[in-house]
């Protein structure tokens, strides 16, 4: 059996063999004029023959008969023409290329050939020289709907956003079915959006949407745009009205988490949990995140009872439940039920890995400053030490301890003490992050002990880290005034109101100097003072007697 293949293998060979020589035969003799003379086949037929074998696809045929022939008479282009594309189409890109530059040589403005050229610098990734090609072939015919494509989708491809913009342009205006204009208005939609002209890639979207108003993707990347540009009320319009036909669970999974997203960046949580609820329907949704979303936006709303609730369940449904036990805590915290906080903490600490408890420990430190924040407000000074002190067991070098145990002393008037807090505070404060205000407390207390070097040094060192704090511009305008240095104290006031218009301090203390040399600018300021705050009883003091003065 495999010898009878082979030898039908070998026969049909030997007869295509024939068939190739009976064929060229054909061609270049047409018998004889009876003296037996071989009769040239004329232009016409030569032609004739190439373009039926092209069209037939018999291109290794239209290599043999064109370079025969072309042997004989290599200056007909047309003929060679051919050949040129029979390489091509033969994925014999070298030689087609070689057929194009004679071509080119004797005829530079054949448009096919350049055309044919501009194909194989395609397929040998050529890009710009096939670009170079394509733009000539443009040129002359403007109104080639392949032609222009092809250019566009190689300016495409080589990053030549404005040009690709272009040519799609060109295009667009050509195309006459829906479909086809759909495509490129979407390509268009992307490129105008990738060159920031928003306008346009709406526009774009807008035409392919007009005819397929229900294109889900479509639709997606409109609102994705108008995201991006923060024109939130019409992307949720535009999400709402994808709820009117969208159907894939995938789809309004996405609809929806999109809507809460949205309705959490307007902050607007009941709309946030309205959406959030319709998700918990919809299949593929984390019904556990979309839930402690929920419990979340509750909060938020001061809804702090259902939020609670919810994490509540949340957490014992929950194998693991570190996540979300840590916002459980962070609900009792604000409100103010540190004794759950602290048990949902210690809870964690039970069953923590190494990592989770040294998170937990900084969480703890942080509830105890808290509690003694709370505690320190009611004036229950020595409980809010306890908690102060407790802090230190769970981070000893939370700078934030030392500042409150700072504040809490000061309340009492033990600057001393409260001087001693502040250095440990400033020293633990490794980043500089709380600077600012550990050095305006540092410089009231050594002005309340008559320290008014060290107040003027800490003053100084707060303006260094932050030359705009306006408290401490004011600070260090009523030490400039105490030393009736009053040119620089008018000037710190003025900076200290030019960084905070409601600094109503600064104005009143700066009125207080305008007294003795621009009493009009004084009442103004007081006036200023009074109109933002009516209860400032030492304006409106002055105010009187400067009306008192003035009227005697």
């Not at 001061?302 to 509540?312: C, D, K, P, Q, Y």
């Not at 570190?322 to 048990?343: C, G, N, Q, S, W």
């Not at 229950?380 to 908690?387: A, G, P």
């Amino acid at each position: 059996m495999p010898e009878t293949n082979l030898i039908i293998i070998i026969i049909a060979f030997l007869v295509a063999i024939v068939a190739i020589y009976i064929l060229y035969s054909i061609i270049l003799y047409q018998g004889s004029s009876g003296r037996g003379e071989e009769l040239q086949l004329s232009t016409k037929n030569i032609l004739d023959q190439v373009q039926v074998l092209f069209d037939k696809k018999e291109y290794a045929l239209v290599q043999l008969l064109a370079t025969k022939y072309l042997d004989r008479v290599p200056s007909h282009i047309d003929v060679r023409v051919y050949l040129a594309k029979a390489y091509y189409e033969d994925r014999k890109y070298n030689q087609a290329i070689r057929q194009c530059s004679i071509i080119l040589k004797k005829k530079s403005n054949n448009v096919d050939t350049h055309e044919v050229l501009g194909k194989c610098y395609i397929k040998k990734q050529i890009l710009n020289k096939a670009i170079k090609e394509y733009e000539f072939v443009f040129d002359h015919r403007k109104t080639d709907k392949d032609v222009i494509r092809t250019l566009a989708e190689l300016y495409r491809k080589t990053d030549q956003l404005y040009s690709a913009i272009s040519a799609y342009e060109v295009l667009a205006d050509l195309l006459e079915l829906d479909a086809d204009i759909a495509d490129v208005q979407s390509i268009l939609a992307e490129l105008n959006e990738e060159a920031h002209d928003y306008p346009a890639a709406f526009e774009a979207y807008k035409i392919r949407l007009g005819i397929y108003p229900n294109d889900i993707k479509t639709n997606r990347k409109l609102i994705e745009l108008y995201i991006k540009i923060k024109n939130y009320p019409v992307a949720i319009e535009t999400l709402q009205y994808m709820l009117t036909f969208a159907t894939e669970p995938k789809v309004l999974l996405w609809v929806y988490e999109t809507l809460v997203s949205l309705y959490v960046e307007t902050e607007d949580y009941d709309r946030a949990i309205e959406f959030s609820e319709k998700l918990l329907d919809i299949q593929g949704s984390d019904k556990f995140k979309v839930r402690n979303d929920i419990a979340n936006f509750n909060i938020k709303l001061n809804r702090t009872e259902e939020g609670v609730a919810i994490l509540e369940d949340l957490a014992m449904l929950s194998q693991n439940g570190f996540d979300v036990t840590l916002e459980l805590a962070d609900a009792y915290i604000l409100r103010k039920e540190y004794d759950k906080a602290l048990e949902r903490y210690t809870i964690l600490l039970d069953k923590a890995t190494q990592r989770e408890a040294k998170t937990v420990n900084l969480l703890i430190c942080e509830l105890y400053i808290k509690w003694g924040i709370d505690y320190a407000s009611q004036e229950k000074f020595e409980e809010s030490y306890e908690m102060l002190r407790n802090a230190t067991q769970y981070n000893a070098l939370n700078s934030e301890i030392y500042y409150n145990i700072a504040k809490n002393n000061f309340a009492q008037k033990n600057y001393t003490s409260t001087i001693e807090s502040l250095n440990k505070a400033i020293e633990y404060d490794k980043q500089r992050e709380y600077f600012t205000k550990y050095l305006l407390l540092l410089s009231e207390a050594h002005h309340q002990l008559g320290h008014f070097f060290e107040e003027k040094k800490a003053l100084t060192d707060l303006l260094k880290i932050d030359e705009k704090n306006p408290y401490g511009l004011y600070r260090v305008g009523l030490m400039y005034a105490a030393q009736h240095d009053f040119k620089n104290a008018e000037e710190s006031f003025k900076k200290a109101i030019m960084y905070d218009s409601n600094l109503l301090q600064a104005k009143y203390n700066l009125a207080l100097l305008y007294e003795n040399n621009n009493r009009d600018k004084a009442k103004e300021l007081y006036i200023e003072v009074l109109e933002q705050d009516p209860s400032f009883e030492e304006a409106k003091n002055a105010l009187a007697d400067m009306a008192s003065s003035d009227y005697y």
